[in-house]
């Protein structure tokens, strides 16, 4: 889940660096979905050494991943064009499709896998993304 919270802090600044002021050369979408693509690689491979998955699965894990880290960058850089300044609402974005994330590789995990991925983080981030939304409502 280490590599998920910087995926998160990298769709967030390439978010925000998209408003930022132009002091440097702003990153092309072509970069940015490069960036995003290698870091949804990256994890994929990550779960392909750590869970044993079968090429099936890494199928489904990178369909699932590749849209919904697409979606929520989406989703993130609507609120940034939006002048959205409250950090809440960016949190609340990623706690939504990390949880779709969660809910959709438990059906693709088998039980073996789903309690490695657990202990792996996916186990406290759950918690943590629970905590904050009874907080929410």
Not at 41 to 46: G, Q, Y
Not at 94 to 103: L, P, S
Not at 108 to 135: I, M, P, S, T
């Amino acid at each position: 889940m280490k590599l998920f919270r910087i995926l998160i802090s990298l769709v967030l600044v390439i978010a925000m660096s998209a408003f930022s002021a132009r002091a440097q050369e702003p990153k092309t979408p072509e970069q940015q979905e490069k960036e995003l693509r290698e870091a949804i690689d990256k994890e994929i491979d990550k779960y392909i050494r750590t869970l044993d998955i079968d090429m099936a699965q890494e199928f489904y894990l990178d369909s699932i991943l590749t849209h919904d880290y697409f979606a929520m960058r989406d989703e993130i850089m609507e609120k940034s064009r939006a002048k959205v300044n409250n950090m809440d609402v960016y949190q609340a974005i990623q706690d939504k499709w990390a949880e779709r994330i969660y809910v959709a590789f438990r059906k693709v995990l088998d039980d073996e896998q789903w309690e490695k991925y657990l202990k792996g983080g996916a186990g406290r981030e759950k918690k943590a993304r629970d905590k904050r939304e009874a907080k929410r409502k």
